[in-house]
């Protein structure tokens, strides 16, 4: 299979990449590797992506330089090179960001998706799984949160571009038959992950012997998924798209557009984390209790029952092996 990456020099798009390489696949990988976080660490993904897929891996991977929300462009940047399928991972991310820098996410994560999807409907791709967010939950107290749920009330300005993405996705499905599977990721972490996500930033600090601020005086529930049961669903998504038989499918549409919670289906609390940080550190944690954050959700918990039934999605790594892992590589990675 040829599979287009985009955000590759991301954490999960990096993930990915990894498996699919490690399966045979071919992948071209699409990042314009921004400075939003340290580009030293995308460059060393990528660098390994290069080495996985080089020649020992008979050239499979491909890099391409662009930016996906300057539509001309990025046809010019992939003309001449062939792919079955997509995975739309690039996005901005971060839900605080989003708050003092709200035209980063109308260029990326709304006319990036629009391109992409555009780039699927002309080149007449097999499939196309593209990342939603947890996020899109908003302020909804009912738990867990099922695909079913209405999400029509996003509190900060990333959640609602990732449900318009989720409209634009419907729309395509239902003028182009395009097959369209979104993904609602909950909270991931693991090695290779995002220095500006807690996970690292609190190993940071903790090793520092610096402040950790902990939003909601503490009282915050995270479903924490790791990498690996992320990458999972990711590939049981895109190995399977979503059939044009007029069926009711994950979300409610009748078109070739599915959608799922990709979680670890256990709301962890905040502290409970800390505790396991401190004991692979080896240091306790300067703690900095501080208020709620304008965007910020108390709890989040995947319901994950549509997933498990269309793909046999059963996530394995708990909190206590799965943040070990990272601190692992976390310590491997600063020659700790």
């Known amino acids: 299979m040829k599979v287009l990456v985009t ?13 699919l390489l490690a399966r045979g ?3 071209i990988g699409l990042d314009m590797v921004n400075d939003y976080y340290d580009v030293t660490l995308k460059e060393a993904r990528l660098a390994r992506l290069r080495e996985l897929g080089g020649a020992s891996g008979n050239g499979r991977f491909t890099f391409v330089r662009q930016d996906f929300s300057q539509y001309e462009p990025l046809v010019e940047s992939l003309n001449g090179l062939e792919f079955d399928r997509i995975v739309h991972l690039g996005a901005q991310a971060g839900v605080r960001y989003s708050i003092t820098n709200p035209h980063a996410y109308l260029h990326s994560n709304l006319a990036g998706h629009l ?5 699927g409907r002309h080149r007449g791709v ?16 009912k738990l867990p949160f099922a695909v079913e749920d209405r999400v029509d009330q996003p509190i900060s300005l990333y959640a609602a571009t990732k449900k318009a993405d989720e409209l634009m996705s419907e729309t395509y499905a239902h ?3 395009l097959p369209l599977t979104g993904l609602r990721f909950f909270t991931v972490y693991g090695p290779w992950g995002r220095p500006d996500m807690m996970m690292w930033i609190f190993a940071k600090n903790i090793a520092a012997g610096q402040p950790i601020p902990v939003f909601n005086n503490g009282d915050m529930y ?7 049961d992320i990458i999972a669903g990711v590939i049981a998504s895109l190995d399977n798209p979503a059939p044009d038989d007029g069926e009711v499918k994950a979300g409610g549409s009748t ?5 799922y919670n990709i979680g670890n289906h256990s709301s962890e609390h905040l502290m409970r984390v800390v505790e396991i940080l401190e004991e692979q550190i ?5 703690i900095d209790f501080q208020p709620m954050q304008p965007g910020d959700v108390r709890q989040s918990f995947a319901d994950i029952d549509a997933i498990a039934r269309d793909h046999g999605y059963a996530p394995t790594t708990s909190i206590d092996v799965g943040v070990p892992k990272f601190i692992e590589w976390y310590k491997e990675y600063h020659g700790i």
């Open 7 to 19: 955000g590759a020099a991301g954490f999960i798009g990096y993930s990915l990449a990894v498996k």
């Open 115 to 119: 391109n992409m999807l555009e780039i």
């Open 255 to 259: 078109k070739p557009h599915r959608l």
């Open 126 to 141: 097999e499939n196309m799984v593209y990342a939603s967010s947890s996020s899109v939950y908003g302020g909804n107290t």
């Open 222 to 228: 995270r479903d924490f998924t790791y990498i690996d």
């Open 25 to 27: 696949d071919s992948v």
């Open 175 to 177: 003028l182009y038959r």
């Open 282 to 286: 080896g240091k306790k944690a300067i």
